[in-house]
């Protein structure tokens, strides 16, 4: 089966400006990820979504991170406007139907953004 | 809030040698702990998880509530090990939080 599909792989964008990540789940997977990722750290969910609804996002920066997945199909994760610290690779995951304990989690290749 | 530890950044160890990599956790509810492995230019992906009380390529780990801690251990490392390895606990919420990872290289 097609893994989990993320675009673009890299990215590269100067402080205070916009970008946007795109994810596609494993087809039929209910539940999705979004990972940040910073260099020697590992990744922090940042918001889970089952279908179109969020599940949590306690950890997204709401002032400047916003992620939406309207159609319970791919979903969009945007930073605006960045920050040097926002430098990380992010990364999608999706499982299969509520992400217990019995399900596997499918990462995706992660898009790695450079802020300067 | 949940945290999950591991102590070690890089781990050596020659081939055909045991290997050891430790994780520890602190939260209050009944965990579930994973470990996942990177492989160099390969995605992350699931190694084991302590609920399916399973051995993958040579690997287990044990959950020690006393201790707090979900080692990950194989008898005879090899080459093939060396990758980057995650300890991550899932909450009774279904929330994941992941370790900071340990760099494993196994010698020939």
């Known amino acids: 089966e097609a893994g989990v599909a993320q675009s673009p792989r890299y990215k590269i964008i100067e402080k205070r400006q916009s970008v946007a990540f795109w994810c596609n789940p494993i087809?039929?997977?209910?539940?999705l990820y979004w990972y940040q990722q910073i260099l020697g750290q590992g990744p922090k969910l940042l918001i889970q979504?089952?279908?179109?609804?969020?599940?949590?996002d306690s950890q997204l920066p709401k002032d400047r991170f916003s992620a939406e997945r309207l159609k319970g199909v791919d979903s969009t994760l945007k930073i605006q406007p960045a920050k040097l610290e926002d430098s990380a690779v992010y990364l999608c995951?999706?499982?299969?139907?509520?992400?217990?304990?019995?399900?596997?989690?499918?990462f995706g290749p992660g898009t790695r953004l450079l802020v300067l | 809030a949940q945290r999950v530890t591991q102590p070690e950044k890089l781990l050596s160890v020659f081939k055909g040698a045991p290997v050891e990599l430790k994780c520890n956790y602190s939260?209050?509810?009944?965990?579930?702990l994973f470990w996942y492995v990177q492989y160099s230019r390969q995605r992350l992906q699931l190694l084991l998880r302590?609920?399916s009380r399973e051995s993958i390529k040579g690997f287990t780990a044990d959950l020690n509530k006393g201790e707090t801690s979900f080692h990950l251990k194989k008898p005879f490392a090899q080459e093939e090990d060396s990758a980057m390895y995650y300890c991550?606990?899932?909450?009774?919420?279904?929330?994941?939080?992941f370790g900071d990872g340990t760099t494993l290289t196994v010698k020939p």
């Open positions: 302590h609920i």
């Open positions: 979504f089952q279908n179109n609804g969020v599940v949590d």
């Open positions: 991550a606990l899932l909450t009774n919420a279904g929330k994941s939080t």
């Open positions: 087809s039929g997977h209910a539940t």
């Open positions: 995951a999706s499982s299969l139907a509520s992400g217990g304990a019995l399900e596997t989690q499918y």
């Open positions: 939260y209050s509810g009944s965990p579930e």
